[in-house]
């Protein structure tokens, strides 16, 4: 590890910087949107407008690093990130932070891109396992502390948005004054979509229903709590819940997975959290009411403390259960293929979960518009109550079949094709770098 560290300290520090600026600044929006009296509609576009630049950075961005080079590239979409961040405070309109959204999105997959073939270019088969648990550590300790800055400056004021935009920058500065060059970039295959619903259709329709509900309990959360009327303090705690718990409970669900029919993992987990959904409901305070966002955020809804605390492990039980969804959908695919086809596999299922992951914050949004704050956990309840349906019924229609070449691996829910390689169990030959 002492190595890794020592060829990629900028990369990884860097990187750090950056993530920690992109948690902040999506709660942030959350945040404000609420203060700033946007309707539900108008928050879930804002939402959404990430993940469509997202997902059309995921296409664009490898022929721009293949054009340009990854420094030039990455300087540019730091930049353009920065640049997004302030635009949230000179333009406070929701039709303008939608295209702000996008252009973050945007950068934010071009980044990942980038940061993840550095880091395919440093790793090795022996060290590329401890690189990719590196990097998952990072993305979740940034994202947590992303959160804890919520507390810093109160969300109304311009002051966090600037702190946003100067990590974006500060960020530049490790990687630009780098000694060592960086790698040739190697075009990313996938399998087409079509092709992974004959393959494995649960696993593929799984990570489809993922991504609608990723997307909304990292977008909407610091929304669903804005409206609940806690306090700056409780919001950011309640999101580092969210972080952690997305990232510990892999491993515990990781080694059942990987020693019993994975689809019954999937549902299983499904199941768990549609329950802590409905308790986070009973212990919410709130009806089903449509009611106006400047009329919720005045309302008492918790009648103890204690309500409070159950409500606030409940949600970080569903997330513990529905953040490793991502890595377990992963695996199950795996599980029907050969082993030189996962990482083409994967850029194909990350296609899957962008379709998802674009309309999540819409739908959610919609819903909550209709039904009030309680309208956040009918959406994770309707997208898991589809997994746990198609799962039974594929049971039905295909025995298990073990591939002692597939493992559940946890990885953030932001990695790319790109990075899916840093697995071990993917096949893919970084030989090449041992002499580097």
């Given at each position: 590890m002492g190595k890794v560290l020592k060829n990629s300290w900028a990369?990884?520090?860097?990187?750090?910087?950056?993530?920690?600026?992109?948690?902040?600044?999506?709660?942030?929006?959350?945040?404000?949107?609420?203060?700033?009296?946007?309707?539900?509609?108008?928050?879930?576009?804002?939402?959404?407008g990430y993940f469509v630049g997202y997902f059309v950075g995921a296409n664009l961005s490898p022929q721009l690093v293949s054009r340009v080079g990854h420094i030039r590239v990455f300087a540019a979409f730091a930049s353009m990130a920065s640049l997004s961040s302030l635009i949230h405070i000179v333009f406070v309109d929701p039709i303008v932070w939608i295209f702000a959204r996008f252009?973050?999105?945007?950068?934010?997959?071009?980044?990942?891109?980038?940061?993840?073939?550095?880091?395919?270019?440093?790793?090795?088969?022996?060290?590329r396992g401890k690189v990719l648990s590196l990097y998952m550590f990072i993305t979740f300790f940034g994202f947590a502390i992303g959160n804890l800055l919520l507390n810093i400056s109160n969300p109304i004021q311009y002051e966090p948005f600037i702190l946003i935009s100067l990590l974006f920058s500060i960020a530049l500065i490790p990687i630009l004054l780098t000694k060592r060059k960086p790698p040739k970039f190697k075009k990313m295959t996938s399998i087409k979509v079509k092709d992974l619903f004959k393959i494995s259709p649960f696993g593929s329709?799984?990570?489809?229903?993922?991504?609608?509900?990723?997307?909304?309990?990292?977008?909407?959360?610091?929304?669903?709590a804005t409206t609940m009327n806690l306090p700056i303090f409780e919001i950011s705690i309640l999101l580092v819940s969210i972080t952690l718990a997305g990232a510990l409970f892999q491993w515990p669900i990781g080694y059942f997975s990987d020693s019993y029919d994975r689809r019954i993992i999937i549902i299983l987990c499904a199941m768990l959290a549609i329950i802590f959904c409905f308790l986070s409901i009973?212990?919410?305070?709130?009806?089903?009411?449509?009611?106006?966002?400047?009329?919720?955020?005045?309302?008492?809804?918790?009648?103890?403390?204690?309500?409070?605390?159950?409500?606030?492990?409940?949600?970080?039980?569903?997330?513990?259960m529905t953040l490793p969804l991502f890595s377990l959908n992963l695996a199950l695919v795996n599980d029907y293929i050969p082993k030189e086809k996962f990482v083409a596999a994967g850029a194909g299922l990350n296609v899957i979960f962008g379709l998802g992951a674009m309309a999540g914050p819409l739908i959610c949004s919609v819903l909550m518009n209709e039904f009030g704050p309680n309208g956040f956990f009918l959406h994770f309840i309707i997208f898991?109550?589809?997994?746990?349906?198609?799962?039974?019924?594929?049971?039905?229609?295909?025995?298990?079949?073990d591939n002692p070449e597939s493992t559940f691996t946890p990885l953030p829910t932001d990695i790319t094709p790109v990075g899916i390689e840093l697995d071990p169990t993917t096949g893919a030959d970084l030989s090449n770098t041992d002499k580097k």
């Open positions: 990369l990884f520090a860097g990187f750090a910087i950056l993530i920690t600026a992109h948690g902040f600044q999506g709660n942030l929006l959350g945040v404000r949107a609420v203060l700033e009296e946007f309707n539900y509609l108008s928050t879930g576009l804002l939402m959404s252009l973050t999105g945007f950068s934010m997959i071009g980044i990942f891109i980038i940061v993840e073939s550095w880091l395919n270019d440093r790793a090795n088969n022996r060290t329709f799984s990570m489809f229903c993922s991504g609608f509900i990723f997307s909304a309990i990292f977008t909407l959360s610091a929304v669903y009973a212990f919410s305070g709130a009806s089903f009411d449509n009611l106006f966002i400047e009329n919720m955020v005045k309302f008492n809804y918790f009648s103890t403390t204690m309500d409070k605390i159950k409500l606030f492990t409940f949600i970080t039980l569903l997330s513990g898991l109550f589809f997994i746990v349906v198609f799962g039974i019924y594929r049971m039905t229609r295909r025995k298990y079949e």
